[in-house]
C-alpha cells in the first residue's frame, strides 16, 4: 500500500490526529504526512502512505496557497485568535489603507518565525519554551510571496481576508501580524486555510467524512495517487531492463551511457523509470563524477 492521499484537514485536528485516523481508515502504521497545519487551520494536508513516506524531504513542489482572515486592533501571543490578548489599539485604517500596505509584503521578505512554532533552537521546540513562558531570539529568515491579494474587508469589524501564495517556511500568522504593525493597530489572524500544497489543491482533496464512507465500503485505498504524481514536473530518465536492474541495486550508472533529458544541465533532480515507465526513484547527475548519483530509491531492490 503505497501512495498519496490528499485530505481537507478539519478544524481542531492537528496533524498527527489526522496521521492517526488514517492509520485506522487504512489499516496500516506506515503513514506520514507533509506541511504541518495548525489546529485551528483547516485545508490540503497531503498524507503520504507506505513508500511515500519517504517523500517528505525531497518534494519539489513545497510553495503553498492560503486564504486567511484576519482583524485589526489587537494582537496575541500566538499571533492567532487561540492565543492570550497582549494589545488592544484602536483602528483608524480601512480598506484601502489594507491594500495598500500588502505591497510591501509582496515578493522576498524577512519574516521573524514565531514562539508559537516547531522551530528547533538549541534542541529545544519554540512551543515548548513559549508555553514555559519562555522568549528567545530568533533570527528572521528569508520568505517568499509570490502572490498577495486582498479578497474582502469588512470595515466595520476591522476584519480582512487574503488570499497568500508563498514560499515554504512561511508564517501566515506573523505575516498577518506584520500587515497590522504596518498600520499602526496590530493584527491577529482569525482563520486560515490552506488551498494548495506540494502541487495539490482542494479539488483534489477528500473530507475526513469522505474518507470514512470510503473506508466502510473498502475503497479509501482506490484514491492513494501514485508516488510519482509528486514529480511530475521533474525532467524524467527512461532507463533500459539491465540499467533498471541495476539502479535498483544501488550501482552508480555511467551518464555517458544515459540518454538524459536535455533540461537536465544543471545537476537539479531527475524522475527514474524503467523501461514500462514504472517509478523507480530520484537521482540527480554528478558531473565531477560521471555518475547518475541515487537520491531516493522507492523501487523494489532486485
Given amino acids: 500500500m503505497d501512495g498519496i492521499i ?3 484537514k478539519p478544524e481542531d485536528f492537528t496533524s498527527f490526529d489526522m496521521v492517526a485516523k488514517m492509520r485506522r481508515l487504512l489499516g496500516t502504521r506506515k503513514v506520514g504526512h507533509a506541511g504541518t497545519l495548525d489546529p485551528m487551520a483547516t485545508g490540503v494536508l497531503p498524507i503520504f502512505v507506505g513508500r511515500a513516506t519517504k517523500c517528505s524531504d525531497i518534494l519539489p513542489n513545497q510553495n503553498k496557497r492560503y486564504t486567511a482572515v ?6 496575541t501571543d500566538t499571533l492567532d485568535a487561540t492565543g492570550r490578548v497582549l494589545s488592544r489599539s484602536e483602528v483608524l485604517v480601512g480598506k484601502a489603507e489594507v491594500e495598500a500596505a500588502l505591497e510591501q509584503f509582496r515578493g522576498e521578505i524577512m519574516q521573524l518565525p514565531p514562539m508559537y512554532s516547531a522551530i528547533q533552537i538549541n534542541g529545544k521546540r519554540l512551543y515548548d519554551l513559549a508555553r514555559q513562558g519562555i522568549e528567545i531570539e530568533r533570527e528572521k529568515r528569508p520568505v517568499t510571496i509570490t502572490h498577495l491579494e486582498l ?3 469588512d470595515e466595520e469589524n476591522h476584519r480582512y481576508k487574503i488570499d497568500v501564495a508563498c514560499s515554504k517556511g512561511t508564517y501566515i500568522r506573523t505575516l ?5 504593525e504596518a498600520l499602526g493597530c496590530g493584527a491577529t489572524m482569525t482563520a486560515l486555510r490552506r488551498t494548495e500544497a506540494a502541487g495539490f489543491s482542494l479539488a483534489d482533496s477528500l473530507t475526513l467524512e469522505q474518507a470514512e464512507q470510503l473506508s466502510q465500503q473498502g475503497t479509501l485505498t482506490d484514491q492513494l ?13 527512461s532507463l533500459s531492463g539491465k540499467q533498471e536492474t541495476m539502479y535498483r541495486n544501488g550501482v552508480k550508472l555511467d551518464l555517458n551511457r544515459l540518454q538524459l533529458p536535455v533540461q ?3 545537476g537539479g533532480d531527475i524522475c527514474v523509470v524503467g523501461e514500462d515507465g514504472t517509478f523507480l526513484g530520484i537521482s540527480f547527475a554528478d558531473r565531477e563524477n560521471g555518475v547518475l548519483k541515487l537520491k531516493k530509491l522507492f523501487a523494489l531492490i532486485g
Avoid at 484576519?70 to 494582537?75: I, P, V
Fill in 6 to 8: 490528499i485530505m481537507d
Fill in 70 to 75: 484576519f482583524e485589526l486592533g489587537y494582537t
Fill in 151 to 153: 479578497l474582502d474587508g
Fill in 176 to 180: 498577518c501580524a506584520d500587515i497590522g
Fill in 225 to 237: 495517487l501514485p508516488i510519482a504524481s509528486l514529480f511530475s514536473d521533474l525532467p524524467q530518465l
Fill in 264 to 266: 537536465q544541465g544543471d
